[in-house]
């Protein structure tokens, strides 16, 4: 029998499964991919409770006939990038957050999401959690990483650093929402085998 391939769609910082990419991703696979189980969660405010969110999820559909796959945007794809390596599932990238334990200790404090209105606060542990679970090693044949040069969030050249022993798609211009993203679906369904 045939694994079933279950994907996980991980939105970024203070975004949502409502949000376009998210939408046109669940789209795509639902109408070209109907036998594939797409999963795109609100992801919890707290680090923590994301991993904890994201572990059960896994968990709960967790068996030899289950197969993984990851797609994170921006810090998504930070948790993608633990994920893969922890359940070793291939990995698409956008845009990835490489140092997000860096970037947000910007934003201590209340926080607003715009897509869901929950307000809620950034804390030290959270920062030191995102820290924890940095991957140091990376299993170079399990990602697909796309970045814009014209990113205005993160610096792109970070993401090419760190995956450089991976498959990198480099594109000049853009902007971190990544223009033009739908056009990359077909090489992410191609980079999980389907």
Known sequence: MSKRINILYLHGFNSSPQSMKAQITKNYFDEKFPKVHFFCPQLASTPEAVIEQLTSLIASRSDEENLWCFIGSSLGGYFSTYLSEKY???AVLINPAVKPFVLLAEYLGEQ??????????????AIKTLENINQVIISKNNYLV???????????QE????YCNCQIIVQKGGDHSFIDYSKMLPKIAMFFNL
């Open 88 to 90: 070793q599932g291939k």
């Open 159 to 162: 993401a090419v650093d760190k």
């Open 112 to 125: 607003t999401n715009p897509y869901t209105g929950e307000v809620y606060r950034i804390e030290e542990h």
């Open 146 to 156: 796309m970045v814009q040069t014209g990113d205005e969030v993160l610096d792109y």
